[in-house]
């Protein structure tokens, strides 16, 4: 971690999601000034879909031309952590990127995924499960590989998040939790890169590994005059966006050095686990989408996931709103005792391959045949099938005492006050502090920063929601190609 800054500038945290990109102004004293936000366009090369590192910098440069003049201190990158670049090229002193880097939900071909598969360490060194597509970084290091052998020869390898910080900079290289995120390419008890990333001369590739908070430079001298900015501007090595929210969470007290999960929620749900106590990697269920992250202080941390926002995106795609939405929430609430009764429920998933149901086939069950004229009882009926997937997921990681949910749905009633009752054991908290995952960047520089405003503990949602459980895990169960809850 970085020491504490020390000057009177403001900060600018850059946190590039799969879904959208946001620019943010803060203060030294935690109070956001101005945001901006952009959601990514589709990008694809050679009828293979790519990450748009193009569009997304013109209009980072663009953002940043709004804060001409202001007394920026540093800047800090947040990204999500399924993604790399290749940087390189003749001229030694002036790299540029070498090819678009992959999005992670282009399908890798199967002999290509087949014999990187072959390579993989196995999951008690790694923490890291075999995942679809490109989740697994070290699948898309190896197909590109294959795709770019001259480029890859020779290219220095970056995380997506270093790729921001070296753009800013033009200074690059790796962090730890960057590399810890489900890449097979790191680690975690040695703190080291993996052996199938050593043998395979990969390690060697990746740009120096440094700490999320350490300033690798300042900002570039074109960029400082493109935008107005200092050219004293600091640029930090930056982190993954779900250890930034498990940063700023550690800011409450009711979290920090306790055992606690941290439940981040946007297009992934995301449980991370502070626990009390030391773990077997190999006692986590690979199978079923968990895993093992590295946080900002190189520590192990038991997670696991599912494609929350992705599926309630789903089940509502023909409904304009959101089940977040604030005016909306008794309209939800009020759907909930007939949803329960009648025992309506969605089967998992409607994400395949992801969460703790892979194999899941999403179904209704005792869906009505109208919705009563309104959207509210679907919009309901997804937030109670969140809490079911939730409350599986946390018992994967032996989550108890305290959970703080964080992000966009911690909004969403149902959803937060289903999962308190499923958890009665568990104290269930909301954070009144918004932009969780930029805070958490913001206490790289500043560790004893707190968030404004305290913890809310959740009131539980009442109803049978055991009964609902036991129904839906039952139906799980029976399911032909479901998994035992």
Not at 87 to 98: N, Q, V
Not at 152 to 160: H, I, K, Q, R, V
């Amino acid at each position: 971690m970085a020491e504490r800054m020390t000057g009177t500038g403001n900060f600018i945290v850059v946190d590039i999601g799969k879904t959208l990109s946001k620019v943010s102004l803060w203060t030294r004293s935690g109070e956001m000034v101005d945001r901006h936000v952009r959601p990514n366009a589709p990008c694809e090369r050679d009828g293979v879909r790519c990450l748009d590192a193009d569009g997304i910098g013109e209009w980072l440069l663009a953002t940043l031309r709004g804060w001409a003049g202001q007394p920026v201190e540093a800047i800090i990158p947040v990204a999500h952590g399924a993604g790399f670049a290749a940087i390189g090229g003749a001229d030694e002193h002036s790299p540029e990127l070498l090819f678009p880097p992959l999005d992670y939900e282009q399908a890798i071909p199967a002999d290509v995924m087949a014999a990187y598969r072959g390579q993989r360490d196995a999951f008690a060194l790694t923490g890291s499960p075999p995942l679809p597509d490109g989740l697994n970084l070290g699948a898309q290091v190896w197909w590109s590989a294959q795709r770019h052998p001259e480029a890859m020869a020779t290219a220095t390898l970056l995380p997506w998040t270093q790729y921001w910080a070296w753009f800013l900079s033009g200074t690059a290289v790796s962090e730890v939790t960057s590399l810890g995120c489900h890449t097979d390419l790191w680690s975690p008890e040695p703190g080291a890169f993996s052996p199938m990333a050593q043998r395979l001369g990969w390690a060697e590739r990746f740009a120096p590994v440094v700490r999320a908070g350490d300033v690798i430079g300042t900002l570039r001298p074109d960029i400082a005059a493109q935008t107005g900015l200092p050219a004293t501007t600091k640029v930090l090595a930056g982190l993954h966006d779900s250890n930034a929210a498990l940063l700023a969470a550690r800011g409450f007290p009711d979290i920090a050095g306790h055992e606690a999960t941290i439940l981040s929620t946007g297009t992934w749900f995301i449980a991370m686990r502070l626990a009390a106590e030391a773990f077997p990697i190999a006692s986590l269920p690979e199978a079923r989408d968990t895993l093992v992250n590295v946080d900002a202080y190189g520590r192990a941390v038991p997670s696991a996931r599912f494609m929350g926002g992705r599926e309630i995106e789903t089940i509502i795609q023909l409904d304009t709103r959101r089940i977040d939405i604030k005016p909306d929430q008794p309209r939800l609430m009020a759907e909930v005792p007939a949803l329960l009764r009648r025992r309506t429920m969605m089967m998992p998933t409607l994400a395949p391959g992801f969460g703790p149901y892979p194999d899941g086939e999403a179904r209704w069950v005792n869906a009505p045949v109208e919705w009563q004229g309104t959207w509210y009882a679907r919009r309901a009926a997804v937030c109670l099938y969140a809490a079911l997937v939730a409350d599986t997921a946390l018992d994967l990681i032996g989550s108890r005492d305290r959970l703080l949910i964080e992000g966009r749905f911690s909004e969403a009633e149902v959803f937060v006050r289903a999962l308190a009752a499923l958890r009665p054991d568990t104290q269930v908290f909301v954070a009144n502090a918004h932009n969780d995952v930029s805070f958490g960047a913001l206490r790289l520089v500043d560790p004893e920063l707190r968030p404004d405003g305290g913890l809310t503990q959740v009131k539980p949602l009442e109803g049978d929601l055991f009964g609902y459980r036991d129904a839906w895990r039952d139906a799980v169960a029976k399911a032909p190609a479901g998994i035992l809850a």
